[in-house]
C-alpha cells in the first residue's frame, strides 16, 4: 500500500526527535502501511489492532501508545494518505471523542 502525506507524520516526528519510542512507533506505522494490502478492517487489525474506523469512507485513527498520538488515515485504491497526526489531547480537543465532530472535520477540510 503506498502511503502519501508522509510530510505530517515527519513533522511529528521533527517535533518530537529526542522521543525515542515515539520516533520508532512513527516509523513502525509508516512500514506497517507500505508493506501491506489490508482489504477490509479485519485485515488490518490482524496488523494493527490499534486501528479504529471512525468513518465509512475508509477513515481510520492509529493510536500510537507512546504518547498516545493519534494518526487519521484514510484507504483508497490502496492507497493511505495521512490526514490528520497529534497528540491525544489535540484529539479530544479537537474531535472530542465524537464520530459526529469527526464527519463534520472531515466535510470542512473537504475529505468527505
Known amino acids: ?23 520508532k512507533a512513527i516509523d513502525q506505522l509508516i512500514k506497517d502501511v507500505d508493506e501491506n494490502d489490508w482489504k477490509d478492517q479485519t485485515e488490518l487489525n490482524k496488523t494493527r489492532q490499534d ?5 465509512n469512507d475508509g477513515f481510520y485513527f492509529f493510536n500510537i501508545n507512546v504518547h498516545r498520538t493519534m494518526i487519521l488515515i484514510e484507504f483508497y485504491d490502496n492507497e493511505a494518505t495521512v490526514v490528520w497526526a497529534g497528540t ?7 474531535f472530542r471523542n465524537n464520530r459526529n465532530t469527526i464527519k463534520k472535520w472531515l466535510k470542512s477540510n473537504d475529505w468527505i
Open 1 to 23: 500500500m503506498r502511503l502519501t502525506n508522509k510530510k505530517i507524520l515527519e513533522k511529528l516526528k521533527r517535533k518530537n526527535k529526542g522521543n525515542v519510542p515515539l520516533t
Open 51 to 55: 486501528a479504529d474506523n471512525v468513518h
Open 88 to 94: 491525544h489531547q489535540q484529539y479530544e480537543t479537537t
